[in-house]
């Protein structure tokens, strides 16, 4: 078998031993999509069987010597009729299947645990809520809802996992978010699949999932130490926040906590409900996030924290006594020292006490 050489020998055995048409389906959505998938390529080739079988036949039955003379037919409606009805079904079924898939994919379930995602030039750098920063990589546990919510510090990037059937936008100064369910233990591909600049193809990593057991092991032995929100609650005070914000009743600045989740009613009347794109907003932004009562002297924060200090922040804010999503802060205390809690969340209840630790 050597007549070729053994370098291209070894190749085409590579290749043809890890010949893979399809990422393997490691998560609990991949089966669903991979259904839809299938679906369209199924009708594609019967479309494509049915037209080639009538140019054959077609060619055969009416050729010249059967059929000298053309026959003009002028129009069939039930002909019509038939091929629009067949592929507006087909279209029909394609469109609701889809839909419904893209609101499945796109909407989190409330307990799922979060990690922040930011993609830079030319790398992808994960923040989990206890403290752990990884760059071009991410481990997470499986058969647990993960939520990943991501931004870009410069350009587009997408953040892409074949296996898990996931891939998102990372955008600059927004936040978007993907969640996904691994069901089985492994390495898998990240991709950015936004071509990015130069070395966008380098922007790859690999997702460790990892049975839960695995997962606590690795977050207990990676820490930084300091949790996201402790370094926050570091900043908050850094930037003077808790001058304005200090939770009293007299103070100049709305009490946040508990704020995380909750609705509350602008200036020009309309309500909103506080999440993470509406805090950092809101930091970077506060004339266009006018909360109503208050004095628009809250100063902008723009381009003086960076894009991991405001999700510190963000994670603070969240966790200052905040009942939403209490699985997910269950979940990463036992990686961090809990913040510090708020007492009372309203009105002269709370006159005096402080926002941050002392
Ligand atoms: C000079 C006082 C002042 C300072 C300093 C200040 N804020 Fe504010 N902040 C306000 C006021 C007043 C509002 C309400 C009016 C508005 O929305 O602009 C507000 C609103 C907010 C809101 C939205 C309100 C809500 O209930 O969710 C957030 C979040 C916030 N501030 C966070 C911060 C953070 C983080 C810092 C520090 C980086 C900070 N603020 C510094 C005065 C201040
Ligand atoms: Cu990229």
Known sequence: MHIISPVLWEFLVNWLTHFALFPPEASGIAPYT???????????????????LLVGLFSVKYRKEKHPEAVQIEGSTLLEATWTIIPLALFMIAFVWGALL?????????????IYVVGKQWMWKAEHPGGQHEINALHIPINKPVQLTLISQDVFHSFSIPAFRVKREAIPGRYTTVWFEATKTG??????????GTLHSAMIGTIYAMTPDDYQAWTAGSTSGTSLAQNGERL?????????HSGAATARGPNLAAAYGSKIQMSNGSYVT?????LRNA??????????????????????????????????????????????????????TPSPAMPG???SANAGQGMVKQ
Request: aromatic residues 14%; hydrophobic residues 35%; negative net charge.
């Open 102 to 114: 893209y609101f499945r994919i796109y909407t989190p379930p409330t307990n799922a645990m979060n």
């Open 274 to 278: 506080v999440d993470d794109a509406f």
């Open 345 to 347: 969340t309203s009105g």
């Open 34 to 52: 991979d259904a839809l998938y299938f679906f369209l390529v199924g009708i594609s080739l019967t479309g494509l069987v049915i037209v080639g």
């Open 236 to 244: 908050f005070a850094s930037l003077g926040c808790n001058s304005c």
């Open 283 to 336: 930091i970077l932004n506060p004339t266009m996030n006018q909360v109503a009562g208050y004095a628009p002297i809250m100063p902008t924060y723009q381009g003086q924290v960076s894009e991991d200090g405001l999700i510190d922040l963000v994670e603070y804010i969240k966790n200052l006594n905040s009942n939403y999503r209490v699985q997910q802060t269950l979940n990463t205390s036992q990686v961090q």
């Open 187 to 196: 390495e898998y591909h990240l991709f950015c699949t936004q071509y990015c």
